[in-house]
């Protein structure tokens, strides 16, 4: 068998985008291997128009397992489920997002198959005819390439780095669905259950997935003043979140779900922007993926702009509105 | 309340990448080794729950080279009971691997909880605390940054995209740490003094080859040297152009 299996994520019932990364990802492999690609999502009921978008994104079948106990994530029996799927499939490689959902998955779909995993993983590819991947490693300062020499070959990918590719040849899905037998033993939560999903605020991108980050760091001076990232973040029209350096929140100014950085998350958006960030190694490894990295910093020494591909030496509090307005010309 | 933690000795997060000359490992001469950061929670986490139960014993477990027994005395010096060296020349690239040695080192310890790192800052492997729980079917919490324990049910809150999980559970059972979760202590002095003292278990190890094998380790691409656009708000509407038409970010 040369399959690959992707899986999915959703939530409330729709596929997240991470969904098409995996997908892509997928593909790529599947192309390589020269099998078809298998999309399997795990949910309640059925997850609305899925099945034709990802055939869009390279997906020959999409799997549907439905159990009441996967309206959200279950541990145990995703799994559980994951790891029989896998069994019974013969897959080559199985695809998983490197989200906070699949890093907790896909180590223990591994253990349970008895193979190895490369977790947030950048790269895939395939030679003589093995799996290969590449990881960030040392906090970015290296990268890792390693060959999974075992089948099926598990790999997890960073979100936002495998950019969603529509295929010319957009064909529906091939979709089949099945209920996952059982209460206790079978899909249910067992000893391990998420009892709720508390949202941040309403509408807000987490910035380990939004395309544009806005990041800030002691250069603001007072938590206040973060209003202005808002601001700018805000111009952008919903495609941005506003990140914050590990000096800012262990100050209390920001909460750690939106510290970038070796103690925070790993962020890969295309337009990532540090403001009043010195750029310390920490924060690098968070960051050093982004495709486009704008720096804007009044001391033109800061290491930022070292790995800035563009930079702007001044006073943030006369840069920083000044590039609001210029974004939210551009979006009308 | 018994609990183990599962740490590792790693490079600093300061460290400067040397690439050794097999092309596949860091060159570790001139390396700083640490106990790693997010173990420290771990070690906390469990300090704080023995406190709390006035009883019990915190055991700290590493997989690693003889000079991990340095990392198991800072854990030691934060106040763990006694330690576990599990010896080996070279911690396997296979997360699964070093799982299997900490999970048949752990069986049948009586642990009422087992913890971790949410990861290790040096391979970023992110796998060997909830592969551990598959092993010795436990339950697993994983990157938990409140943690409430009352009997044998525990309630772990973890950040998830756009959100905060709330997760029940039953012990025993595995958690990885993240920040957040605690504030961990520094070792006092005579912390350091009675560390010298408490029990260390050194124990030969053999660890599988695995299924991951290692191809290179690489510098990362360099970043093509950025530009200074400018100087102060002036600047602004040559870095938009820059970011539309060169870029093609905007």
Redo the contacts between chains.
Sequence with gaps: MSGVLAVLEQRDGAL?KVSHEVVTGARRLGDALGGTVDALVLAAGAVGGSADQLGAFGADKVITLTHAAFAR?A??GY?RAIAEHVRAGGYRAVVFA????G??L???V???L???????VTDVGVESGAV?VV????????????????SPALVSLRPNVFTPVQRPKAGVAESAAAAVPGGGGGGGG???????????QAG???V??APIVVSGGRGLKEPANFKILEELAGAFGGTAAVGASRAVVDAGWRP??D?VG???KTVSP??YIAVGISGA??HL?GM?TA?????INKD?DAPI???????????LF??V???TD??RK?HG | MKIAVCIKRVPDSETRVKIASDGKSLDEAGVKFILNPYDEFAVEEALRRKEQAGAGEVVVVALGPAAAQETIRTALAMGADRGVLLQVDRIPADGLEAAKALAAELEGGGYDLILFGKMAIDDYNHQVGPMVAELLDLPCVTTVAHLEIAGARGTAEREVEGGVEVVEFTLPAVLTTDKGLNEPRYPALKGIMAAKKKPLDTKPTTVGQGGLEILALMPPPVRKDGKIVGEGAAAVPELVRLLREEAKVL
């Design positions: 997240r994530y541990p145990e799994s490197a989200s906070a959902t890093k907790d896909a180590p223990r591994a253990a349970r008895g193979v190895p995993l490369a977790q947030d290969t990881r960030p490693v040392y906090a970015g300062k290296a990268l890792l390439k390693l060959k999974l020499a075992a067992g000893r391990v259950t998420v009892r709720e999903v508390k949202a941040a807000a991108l987490d380990a997935e750690h779900a510290q070796q103690t925070g295309t337009l190694i920490q490894a050093r495709k486009v990295i704008v720096a033109k702009f070292k790995v800035a591909d563009y930079g702007i030496v001044g006073d006369e840069v509105p000044k590039l210029e974004i551009l």
